[in-house]
């Protein structure tokens, strides 16, 4: 076992290397054809280097998600409930804490466009920090939100930008029973207080 373990860490340390080389190497290719007086082999590196930082971030936060709403759709049938299973997604108030009661049909919809909604601010959530950064610039008021002190202040280029995605999302849906879930976007309030509270909630 030890010696099979080994021979696979080997084998992974080696495509590492492989892969860092090949890698380096275009990377040399790109910075000698398009390196300029106004272009630097060193922007040229930090540009690449970004493009990687946000594919790793995509790997790391989007794809999972991806993955989960592939999931729902390999193993649950909206309109039915597996007979040989008996895994059914349905709900009720106030059994297993739950707040709400969905038929199989309704929570499976409520959750597939509950992921759809998360994987689509996943992939926005470069601009969408942009954004929160230059709502943070304004005015904001010290208040006691159940939680603490926190800055409360408004955030309306994030919120807009959620507008958009949610809206995206939202007609991306061609569900049968319409959308499911919550079209309010909590910002500026007591529940998220600002932008820095929205970005924290999802990273």
């Known amino acids: 076992f030890y010696v099979r373990y080994f021979l696979y860490l080997l084998i992974q340390c080696v495509c590492d290397i492989l892969s860092y080389k090949h890698k380096e190497s275009i990377i040399q290719q790109l910075c000698h054809k398009y390196s300029s007086s106004t272009l630097t082999t060193q922007d040229i590196r930090h540009i690449l280097a970004s493009i990687t930082d946000s594919n790793s971030f995509l790997n790391s936060n989007a ?3 991806t993955k989960m709403i592939q999931y729902l759709k390999h193993y649950f049938d909206p309109d039915r409930v597996d007979q040989h299973t008996h ?5 009720r108030t106030g059994i297993n804490g739950s ?6 049909k309704v929570q499976f919809h409520f ?9 689509e601010i996943m992939a926005n959530l470069y601009k969408l920090w942009i954004l ?17 002190l926190n800055r409360v202040q408004p955030a309306p280029k994030v919120s ?4 958009h995605i ?9 569900s049968t029973v319409g959308w499911c879930g919550s ?4 910002l500026g309030d007591h529940t998220v207080p600002n932008a820095f509270s929205f970005i924290d909630k999802y990273t």
Do not use: F
Request: charged share 15%; with cysteine.
């Open 63 to 65: 794809l999972p998600v």
């Open 87 to 91: 895994h059914s997604l349905a709900i």
């Open 99 to 104: 707040r709400l009661t969905h038929s199989h």
């Open 111 to 119: 959750v597939l466009q509950t992921l759809m909604l998360w994987e």
């Open 132 to 148: 929160a950064e230059e709502d943070l610039l304004s005015t904001y008021k010290l208040i006691n939100t159940g939680q603490g």
């Open 160 to 163: 807009n930008a959620m507008q």
């Open 166 to 174: 949610l809206q995206k999302v939202r007609s991306s849906c061609n």
């Open 183 to 186: 079209s309010v976007i909590h």
